[in-house]
């Protein structure tokens, strides 16, 4: 069986492959046909199923694991895998989709100990306070589950280390910009995303709850610092919290994009190009991990459906 990243274009391959996603759609002739994205935990691949019928729209389905036979081709430079012939597994075969999730990239206890270094430096009172309270509350969570269902760091881990290599960045920037308030820094970026674990299910077939669905991490993050601050005795109309606040609501920094409001406050400016900088890197190094030099990824969701191509240099 081979995995992703060792299968050569025009090679004709056998897998197990778990069906990250799944829709059915019509072509212009009127014939249904199933549209796939494949995962192993060495990367992804679309693929079409042409030859489709009700047992196969039933059967392979998103989160199920299958035997997966076809050829990987390249479509105006982009891989993707074509006369697909697919299976379900046997009792012995390994299904359980976990085994083809995507891993995190540094192992849990390096993470604790990268976090817990940046939770030194907050010298502020009131932010060390509040941070540590809310990471200890969720702790488990925050080093488990992925920062995302699906763009980005969508591995188990994948929350903490999206913000571990935030605070690193920050402070990078800190030795450049030295009038930015460090403890403020480093305490946005470490809650930033943390109502995430409230937003998602957890790592696996990764989905909304009902209140990231109504409400939204930042919403969610932004209700328990008010509640972190109750508990600790803290005013909340304190400037100190205020300001922590307003990094949080903007870090998404426009309207249209779920912040209710725009970036006002240096730091909380920095923190949303943070952010926006380290998901961008992770999505494309995600999508041309698989190929080989002088390919093109498919088109990616998150930024804006362009291709990406893996020079030859």
Do not use: C
Request: no cysteine; aromatic share 8%.
């Amino acid at each position: 069986m081979k995995k992703l990243n060792e299968v050569a274009v025009d090679e004709v391959f056998e897998a197990y492959l778990l069906i990250k996603e799944m829709n059915v759609r019509t072509s212009k002739a009127g014939k249904r046909y199933q549209q796939f994205k494949f995962r192993d935990k060495t990367g992804e691949i679309n693929g079409f199923l042409w030859d489709t019928n009700e047992y196969t729209v039933k059967t392979f389905v998103a989160n199920t694991v299958v035997h997966f036979t076809g050829r990987k081709e390249l479509y105006q430079g982009i891989p993707q895998v074509n006369q697909i012939k697919l299976r379900t597994l046997s009792d012995s075969e390994p299904s359980d989709p976990q085994l083809y999730e995507k891993q995190g990239v540094i192992k849990r206890e390096v993470l604790e100990e990268g976090i817990s270094e940046f939770l030194f430096l907050i010298k502020q009172g009131h932010y060390a306070r509040i941070a540590r309270n809310l990471l200890e509350k969720y702790r488990e969570e925050f080093f488990t589950y992925p920062a995302a269902k699906s763009l980005h760091h969508d591995f188990a881990g994948g929350l903490a280390y999206h913000t571990l290599t935030m605070l690193k960045v920050a402070k990078g920037l800190l030795e450049v910009y030295p009038q930015m308030n460090a403890s403020l820094l480093y305490t946005g970026i470490l809650l930033h995303d943390l109502g995430k674990v409230l937003e998602l299910s957890g790592n696996g077939n990764t989905q909304y709850t009902l209140r990231g669905q109504l409400l939204g991490h930042i919403v969610l993050i932004d209700e328990e610092i008010i509640k972190a601050t109750q508990e600790l005795k803290i005013d909340d109309a304190d400037e100190d919290v205020v300001v922590l606040r307003h990094l949080i609501l903007s870090h998404h920094g426009q309207l249209e994009f779920g912040s209710p409001v725009r970036p006002k406050v240096l730091e909380a400016e920095v923190i949303h190009f943070i952010d926006n900088l380290d998901a961008k890197v992770t999505m494309i190094t995600s999508a041309i991990d698989t190929l080989n030099n002088g390919e093109q990824t498919p088109r990616v969701l998150g930024l804006d459906n362009r291709n990406f191509y893996k020079p030859l240099i």
